[in-house]
């Protein structure tokens, strides 16, 4: 546990001392994380003005219960930090389908969701054509009872192609 420590103390000082160009007008890449059960995202982002996007993510979840599929776009406003360093927020929404297998007693079913999306997070842009982006993205459910809930905690680490 120290040894991740002091790995990502390492990084986050590396990074510090680097300088990184402005964002990018298009970056292509994966979102990875944790939503009730891992799953990744084909993430896109296309810059509009110096600090503002568009982000869509076409990904899969899936745990024990479910397996979902789901398509999210976001507008996105983004401010610099300093060097590479922004941090942005946005909102959007998405749509999505899921099969649910949640065990004896209970029926196997399909359906489809919509969803409403908050999103913040911070990023930092190489000088080199690569951005690493952690954000969180509540999501809230409307539709089938895809969730219990309605509410869906998204956290996840992005690694993104810029171009």
């Not at 000082?13 to 964002?23: E, G, L, P, R, Y």
């Not at 899969?60 to 219960?65: K, L, P, Q, V």
């Not at 389908?97 to 999306?117: K, M, V, W």
């Amino acid at each position: 546990m120290k040894n991740i420590f002091l790995t990502t103390a390492l990084l986050l000082a590396t990074t510090f001392a680097a300088q990184a160009q402005d964002f990018s007008k298009n970056a292509l890449g994966l979102r990875l994380g944790d939503n009730d059960g891992f799953g990744g995202e084909i993430s896109y982002q296309r810059g509009l003005t110096n600090d503002n996007r568009l982000e869509l993510d076409l990904g899969f979840r899936n745990n024990d219960d479910y397996d979902a599929f789901k398509i999210v776009g976001l507008y996105q406003w983004v401010w610099n930090i300093e060097g590479g360093f922004n941090w942005y927020a946005g909102v959007g929404g998405g749509l999505g389908s899921y099969s649910a297998n949640r065990g004896p007693g209970f029926d196997d079913e399909d359906g489809t969701f919509l969803l409403a999306a908050g999103d913040i997070g911070i990023e930092y842009n190489f000088d080199f054509p690569l951005q690493l982006a952690l954000d969180f993205r509540p999501e809230i459910y409307f539709g089938d009872e895809f969730r219990d809930d309605d509410f869906g905690p998204d956290l996840a680490l992005s690694v993104r192609y810029r171009f």
